[in-house]
């Protein structure tokens, strides 16, 4: 299993560009998040989804918009980048029940630059 | 580069010694807790979780301890070795909210040889 996939790993926009942060998970959970990490910082929840066609604001959700429409694939748009969007991007999923860790797993990242 | 940990608070250690990373959580409703390593260029790897319901759990070489009254989550790490320097964070969730993690400031960990 490939568990939480994220791509592009890097990439730099100019101001006002567009984009999309795509992750897919393999594990078949049925909730999705998006946090993303500046430098020095804990992870934020942007957005996050509890299934399929259902998603839901987090901590810092403005500048950004997601959709579910499948259970594995939970886009993150970027419509009009700025500066202060510069940070890591983490994608994650968890299932909802079972004992343990709530099955809590992390994509490695994507690097977003924007200049 | 690295991107993570430029301004955290920094624990060095010898190699071999113990190591106590603390962490103060918001939510006094919180259900579990959990600490996760981050390496650089990588995403958080789960290291140990903890239900509200207990105040101690171990795992291999690391146990966790939780105070509900101080809403207080230590880390103790036993026999550091060098693959332990990494940044650890502590996380809180609540289950009937989504499972969304809220994450504490992070301590930087260096083990000197």
């Keep these: 299993n490939a568990g939480v996939t994220q791509t592009p790993k890097f990439r730099i926009l100019k101001i006002g560009q567009s984009m999309t942060l795509q992750c897919t998970q393999d594990m078949n959970h049925n909730y999705m998040y998006w946090y993303r990490q500046d430098p020095g910082m804990g992870l934020k929840l942007i957005y996050y989804s509890v299934g399929a066609g259902i998603t839901d604001k987090g901590e810092v959700p403005n500048g950004y918009n997601v959709s579910?429409?499948?259970?594995?694939?939970?886009?993150?748009?970027?419509?009009?980048a700025a500066p202060s969007q510069t940070s890591v991007y983490f994608c994650?999923?968890?299932?909802?029940?079972?004992?343990?860790?709530?099955?809590?797993?992390?994509?490695?990242?994507?690097?977003?630059?924007?200049? | 580069g690295?991107?993570?940990?430029?301004?955290?608070?920094?624990l060095s250690v010898q190699e071999g010694d113990n190591s106590i990373i603390n962490c103060a959580y918001s939510n006094s409703a919180s259900d579990y807790f959990i600490w996760y390593k981050q390496?650089?260029?990588?995403?958080?790897?789960?290291?140990?979780?903890?239900?509200?319901?207990?105040?101690?759990?171990?795992?291999?070489?690391?146990?966790?301890?939780?105070?509900?009254?101080?809403?207080?989550?230590?880390?103790?790490?036993?026999?550091?070795?060098?693959?332990?320097?990494?940044?650890?964070?502590?996380?809180?969730?609540?289950?009937?909210?989504?499972?969304?993690?809220?994450?504490?400031?992070?301590?930087?960990?260096?083990v000197k040889p």
Aim: proline share 4%; net charge positive; glycine share 12%.
């Design chain 1, 92 to 115: 994650a999923s968890s299932y909802t029940t079972g004992p343990g860790s709530y099955g809590y797993t992390f994509g490695s990242g994507t690097r977003l630059t924007v200049v």
């Design chain 1, 68 to 80: 579910r429409s499948t259970t594995e694939d939970f886009p993150l748009r970027l419509e009009l």
């Design chain 2, 2 to 10: 690295e991107s993570v940990g430029l301004h955290l608070p920094t």
């Design chain 2, 39 to 110: 390496e650089s260029g990588k995403g958080p790897q789960f290291i140990i979780d903890i239900r509200s319901n207990m105040d101690k759990r171990q795992g291999q070489r690391v146990t966790v301890l939780l105070n509900k009254t101080v809403k207080h989550l230590s880390l103790q790490i036993a026999a550091t070795q060098p693959g332990d320097s990494a940044v650890y964070f502590c996380a809180e969730t609540l289950k009937a909210a989504g499972n969304k993690l809220t994450f504490g400031g992070g301590t930087r960990v260096l």
